[in-house]
């Protein structure tokens, strides 16, 4: 029996976008209530063997999810408000991309550890670590709480919910229908939001390694590592994804379960349809002419 292959996606402004390895679909619903589908390839990082190299692949499937799904972002913006525009060039998307790296990097990791460094001869080093990373979690938090109160916000995390308990219903082999998937959790251990806090956890870790380098030092370093942080965030996801059989894994997971709370929402029957609309395009575009064969069934994907 071949093993089942790993899919990930995330929510798009009504709509979701289902990730294969080779593939990805995205389906939104229209003013009209009507559904529309486009599948194209993932891109150049599934089909190469850099993608099995550790730490590495982590940077570049994230980048190349990122990339994605913003183009999918926009192209669902257009369908859901009627409007036909065009989409951003390559370097415009590699701006926007750029810039929203560097909001975060500073938002997220350096300021943490500006506001950290007044500790500095209060607290032992440890402890300044522990109040950094804790600063930047209760960052990650708020944002989270923040937007979550914005209807339209509601509405994606919603689709959010969906594109999980699609997902969900695929690994567990149970017919896809919309009352089956409604059965399922909209918390999925593969989520991003789950990368999202593995990634603030692993920065306490590999931070902690650098000690206690001058302030204009560290607050560099916590943006130059980065991408060291992010590939090994993908392997600790990509270990507890694959282990799930452990207490000690399922134990680990339970917090980015638990947040996930704040990323999605039970999806309504109308939503759960356009999941599996993006789901069904995906998994018939690979029968056609992508082996699902192909997928490895111990690689993770990140959901967005």
Not at 29 to 34: L, Q, V
Not at 76 to 90: P, R
Not at 111 to 140: D, K, M, N, Q
Request: with cysteine.
């Amino acid at each position: 029996m071949p093993p089942t292959p790993s899919y990930g996606g995330q929510a798009v402004l009504e709509g979701v976008l289902m990730r294969g390895r080779t593939l990805l679909a995205v389906a939104v619903r229209k003013p009209d209530g009507a559904i529309i589908t486009k599948v194209e390839p993932t891109g150049f990082w599934g089909r190469t063997p850099l993608r099995r190299v550790p730490l590495l692949r982590g940077v570049l499937i994230l980048g190349e999810s990122l990339a994605q799904g913003m183009a999918a972002l926009q192209w669902s913006a257009n369908v859901a408000l009627g409007e036909e525009g065009e989409e951003l060039t390559g370097r415009q998307m590699a701006l926007v991309l750029a810039g929203a790296l560097v909001v975060t990097a500073v938002v997220f990791f350096a300021t943490p550890a500006l506001a950290a460094g007044w500790t500095e001869g209060f607290l032992p080093p440890p402890l300044v670590h522990l109040v950094e990373g804790g600063i930047r979690i209760g960052l990650l938090l708020a944002y989270l709480w923040l937007i979550g109160r914005m209807p339209d916000i509601q509405r994606v995390f919603a689709y959010h919910g969906a594109e999980h308990k699609t997902i969900h219903a695929f690994e567990a082999s149970v017919p896809l229908t919309i009352a089956e998937v409604q059965r399922f959790s909209p918390a999925h251990p593969r989520c991003g939001t789950s990368f999202i806090l593995t990634v603030m956890v692993v920065a306490v870790l590999v931070f902690a390694l650098l000690g206690q380098p001058p302030l204009e030092w560290r607050v560099l370093s916590r943006i130059l590592l980065l991408p060291l942080v992010a590939g090994a965030s993908y392997e600790a996801l990509r270990f507890g994804a694959s282990h799930l059989g452990s207490g000690i894994v399922r134990a680990t997971v339970g917090p980015g379960l638990a947040l996930q709370r704040l990323t999605t929402r039970e999806p309504d029957d109308a939503q759960v349809e356009v999941a599996l609309a993006s789901f069904n395009a995906l998994r018939a575009a690979e029968a056609q002419g992508e082996p699902v064969a192909a997928a490895r069934a111990d690689e993770a994907e990140i959901n967005a």
